[in-house]
């Protein structure tokens, strides 16, 4: 393998980012079938050999592990365990992914997408191990730190997501302790204390104590080789005592049990030194005072014959009744159940006892993995008798969910840990998430304190959109109710609808996820961008009516006048940020325009001085009965400073010199623009002239009223109106009639006195 490669020590699959891996089992990866139509599995491992194997060939791991020989180790251990072919095969599959220039389409191709899936999520967990662990420090004991922790969150999720991984990890770190063990190579510290701190916990908590005992056991050995070697040597010391001591009492227990016509398998149970020295530490006595050095292990059919087992047991020996614990009336977190017991012999030693039903050992032996071998099994169920799919499918959900349900145990045994070894975190490891099912058993990611609201639209955001109700485990429950990790949600949706604003205020509670958020504030973005489309639609089509201009297609319309679409053109006018006169240039024939020249030079020509007025009072210097017309942009009125501008056919337009398009018509065609001034009949009092005029101020009752009551005292007619609200501030633009501008100045002035009114100013 390439060099600094370990792969081994970082198999799990992706990371918390989430996939919707299950616990599915592999394909059949293109092994043959049987008559039936299911694939040939004792094929399957054998062909995912003769696939690695090339790859695989004189590739040495940075542990010093032949590549091809820890695959075989991997795929040994996970048949120990009770793993299906398949699940064994993909041990050699992700090992040989690592020299692949296309792994996922190679795998996919030649043994199914739900091989590649598995490699390429276990080779992206990889990597992010491998970069976490050199955080590790060197002390065997101790809390895990921030960084640890962060890490096993991630790996947790991606756990509880597909089961094989599970398996698959903690038979290659298994694989690798075995090596160093077998090899008497110095094992890396970093990674000894990883295997005791965060796998060996692991198998514990999903029940696969044979992986959990050993992984212990060698990691402590890696750690505290004194420790180890002293307590190793004491057991020696006596073996030979001991081994002919528990002989003597299984014989006698054994006939007693046979003689009361009760069927039972007793043995001798394994010594792990680990635990021998986790309970030397935690109740400070000295190795003869630990009572499962000499212990029995007794395997009965049912749960009646475990207690008269017991009954029995105690009968022969002196029962320790502060060392009795009945786990199959109370069983552990993960499942486990047994009776414990702790009897004293004719010579006072202590011996514990163990009893369980067969079932029970297998759980206890292989934990998780009797949901494997069910999974595994298919809808023949353990026993080969058939299974209606929708139990099959419930018994899978169930699996799933316990499963998760010993990870977060896990979480909080090692939050506990930390504070009782005075950690100042308090931060456990799903603080900041929780977990929680669909009833179909499908996990769930969701910030900590998330609603069902946030579970809907972490689903899918149209369910989010159309919820209207939730069942925490069956119970109907406010949609702003704080999940917790482990529940099983349902959402009561309603066939259309949206989401209410009530959602968005942050004290009701509803929503938590950003990410829901956003797509709430994109629902009522939505909303409002197709009411402000309508509205500029709706002006459009009337300008289109008047103009006569029915027949114009909207898309080209939009496109002449530089839009993509006619829904944007709609967008801007109903927002007000296009005005509607451009539309009528584009849509009015341009008329046959006269030689502008000849105004101009008939003004330079001329050189007269004489002023000749119109019938609106405009007087236009060195030009004869020229048509002229007021600006309606400005509406100039005397005795306002105006301007004329030549136009195209109609005449010369009259501006306020301080008009905003006069200004602009000046600076770009500055030859067209023209004298002019107001004549002895403006202002005479004969002429009157149109102006607007706008008033703003506070919004109230009678605003207009009073408004219109000024004009009407000042004696200055209106001829149009218009108002306009937004919140509590309004807007009132009036086209008044006056024949002096000056006159209107004190008009506006007692408008500025009225109660409420904050602004009143000519256009």
């Given at each position: 393998?390439?060099?600094?490669?370990?792969?081994?020590?970082?198999?799990?699959?992706?990371?918390?980012?989430?996939?919707?891996?299950?616990?599915?089992?592999?394909?059949?990866?293109?092994?043959?079938?049987?008559?039936?139509?299911?694939?040939?599995?004792?094929?399957?491992?054998?062909?995912?050999?003769?696939?690695?194997?090339?790859?695989?060939?004189?590739?040495?791991?940075?542990?010093g592990e032949d590549a091809l020989t820890h695959a075989d180790g991997v795929a040994l251990t996970l048949q120990n365990m009770g793993a299906s072919p398949s699940l064994q095969a993909a041990a050699y599959l992700v090992y040989a992914a690592e020299y692949l220039n296309h792994p996922e389409e190679v795998i996919s191709r030649s043994f199914g997408a739900e091989a590649?899936?598995?490699?390429?999520?276990?080779?992206?967990?990889?990597?992010?191990?491998?970069?976490?662990?050199?955080?590790?420090?060197?002390?065997?004991?101790?809390?895990?730190?921030?960084?640890?922790?962060?890490?096993?969150?991630?790996?947790?999720?991606?756990?509880?997501?597909?089961?094989?991984?599970v398996l698959l990890r903690l038979a290659s770190r298994m694989t690798t302790l075995r090596y160093y063990a077998n090899s008497k190579l110095p094992c890396p510290k970093a990674l000894a204390r990883e295997s005791l701190q965060v796998f060996a916990p692991l198998a514990n908590r999903l029940g696969i104590w044979q992986i959990k005992w050993e992984m212990e056991d060698l990691s402590f050995r890696f750690l505290m080789p004194d420790v180890y070697k002293t307590i190793a040597k004491s057991l020696q010391d006596k073996r030979l005592e001991r081994e002919r001591h528990v002989e003597q009492v299984r014989q006698e227990l054994a006939a007693a049990l046979q003689a009361m016509g009760l069927k039972a398998e007793v043995q001798g149970r394994p010594k792990h030194l680990y635990s021998i020295w986790k309970k030397m530490q935690g109740k400070n006595l000295p190795i003869e005072r630990i009572f499962d050095i000499q212990a029995l292990r007794v395997i009965v059919d049912d749960v009646p014959a475990c207690y008269a087992a017991l009954s029995r047991a105690h009968e022969l020996w002196k029962p320790l009744p502060e060392e009795f614990d009945d786990y199959i009336a109370r069983p552990k977190a993960n499942g486990y159940q047994s009776l414990h017991t702790v009897v004293l012999d004719e010579a006072g030693r202590p011996i514990e006892i163990q009893i369980r039903t067969h079932a029970m050992h297998e759980h206890a032996d292989s934990g998780v993995a009797a949901h494997w071998a069910y999974k595994e099994a298919g809808?023949?169920?353990?026993g080969g008798a058939a299974l209606a799919a929708g139990d099959f499918e419930r018994r899978v959900a169930e699996a799933r969910q316990t499963v998760l349900r010993q990870l977060l145990a896990w979480e909080r045994d090692l939050a506990a840990a930390d504070e009782a070894q005075g950690g100042t975190s308090n931060k456990g490891l799903f603080d900041d998430r929780i977990y929680v099912f669909t009833?179909?058993?499908?996990?769930?990611?969701?910030?900590?304190?998330?609603?069902?609201?946030?579970?809907?639209?972490?689903?899918?955001?149209?369910?989010?959109?159309?919820?209207?109700?939730?069942?925490?485990?069956?119970?109907?429950?406010?949609?702003?109710?704080?999940?917790?990790?482990?529940?099983?949600?349902?959402?009561?949706?309603?066939?259309?609808?949206?989401?209410?604003?009530?959602?968005?205020?942050?004290?009701?509670?509803?929503?938590?996820?950003?990410?829901?958020?956003a797509k709430v504030r994109a629902w009522f973005n939505a909303l409002a961008q197709q009411a402000t489309i309508a509205r500029g639609r709706e002006a459009v089509e009337k300008l289109l009516q008047r103009e006569g201009k029915t027949a114009t297609k909207l898309d080209d319309l939009a496109e002449n006048l530089g839009f993509k679409t006619a829904d944007a053109l709609f967008e801007v006018v109903g927002k007000d940020e296009y005005s509607l006169r451009n539309i009528e240039q584009l849509l009015r024939p341009a008329e046959p325009a006269p030689d502008p020249d000849q105004f101009i030079a008939q003004k330079l020509l001329k050189g007269s001085t004489d002023a000749v007025g119109n019938s609106r009072g405009i007087l236009v210097v060195g030009m004869d009965s020229l048509l002229t017309q007021l600006a309606r942009c400005c509406k100039p009125a005397p005795?306002?400073?105006?301007?004329?501008?030549?136009?195209?056919?109609?005449?010369?337009a009259v501006h306020r010199v301080d008009c905003s398009n006069f200004k602009q018509m000046a600076t770009t065609q500055p030859e067209r623009v023209i004298p002019v001034t107001w004549g002895k009949q403006a202002g005479d009092g004969k002429s009157n002239y149109a102006v607007d005029v706008m008033v703003e101020g506070h919004d109230r009752p009678g605003l207009l009223r009073d408004v219109c009551d000024v004009f009407a005292q000042g004696k200055t007619h209106v001829l149009a109106m218009h108002s306009q609200t937004q919140r509590d501030r309004t807007t009132i633009t009036l086209t008044v009639q006056t024949d002096d501008t000056s006159k209107l100045k004190g008009v506006l002035g007692k408008v500025l006195q009225i109660n409420g009114v904050s602004r009143a100013k000519r256009r």
């Open positions: 393998m390439k060099t600094g490669q370990h792969l081994p020590q970082t198999m799990s699959p992706q990371g918390a980012a989430g996939t919707h891996a299950t616990i599915v089992d592999l394909a059949d990866w293109g092994a043959p079938r049987d008559e039936n139509g299911a694939p040939a599995s004792d094929q399957v491992r054998s062909k995912a050999r003769a696939f690695a194997e090339p790859l695989l060939y004189s590739q040495t791991f940075d542990t590649a899936t598995l490699v390429m999520h276990t080779l992206k967990l990889v990597r992010v191990q491998r970069s976490a662990r050199d955080a590790l420090g060197d002390e065997a004991e101790g809390p895990l730190n921030a960084e640890q922790i962060e890490r096993i969150r991630k790996m947790l999720l991606a756990f509880s997501r597909d089961l094989r991984v809808k023949k169920g353990y009833p179909g058993g499908e996990i769930i990611d969701l910030p900590s304190g998330a609603s069902p609201v946030d579970f809907a639209y972490t689903l899918h955001t149209n369910l989010g959109h159309r919820c209207r109700g939730a069942k925490v485990d069956g119970a109907m429950v406010p949609l702003n109710t704080e999940l917790q990790s482990g529940q099983t949600i349902e959402i009561i949706s309603v066939k259309e609808g949206g989401p209410s604003l009530d959602w968005l205020n942050p004290e009701l509670g509803y929503l938590k996820s950003q990410r829901a958020r005795p306002d400073d105006i301007g004329g501008f030549v136009t195209r056919g109609k005449g010369v």
